[in-house]
């Protein structure tokens, strides 16, 4: 019973920041994994990071030290922060929900409709 909604995807030169957004409603998000995926034309959906419910976070190695993933419990939202950006970072990218969640996507029980990156060089 969580919807997650995600904005802020945007057109951005290569270098440029852009922060994410993912509104949940219906649960609170404090008793959930929150992890973001990117999936990119004819590609896999692949893990960008998680937030644990109890705090630590975990990165994809290829955007680790670029990207930050924080919680916002009092406005039931998780923001992933991107700097840096390259151009192989464009894609759609999705919010999801778990209670007992990793860096597998099937493992999370709630996905968000997903917003669009796209990073020109």
């Known amino acids: 019973q969580v919807q997650l909604v995600e904005s802020g995807g945007a057109l951005v030169q290569a270098g440029g920041s852009l922060r994410l957004s993912c509104a949940a409603s219906g649960r609170t998000i404090s008793d959930y994994t929150m992890g973001w995926f990117r999936q990119a034309p004819g590609k896999e959906r692949e893990f960008v990071a998680i937030?644990?419910?109890?705090?630590?976070?975990v990165y994809a190695d290829s955007v680790k030290g670029r990207f930050t993933i924080s919680r916002d419990n009092a406005e039931n939202t998780v923001y992933l922060q991107m700097n840096s950006l390259k151009p192989e970072d464009t894609a759609v990218y999705y919010c999801?929900?778990?209670?007992?969640?990793?860096?597998?996507?099937?493992?999370?029980?709630?996905w968000g409709q997903g917003t669009q990156v796209t990073v020109s060089s």
């Open positions: 937030s644990w419910s109890r705090g630590t976070t």
């Open positions: 999801a929900a778990g209670l007992r969640s990793g860096s597998r996507s099937r493992s999370y029980d709630y």
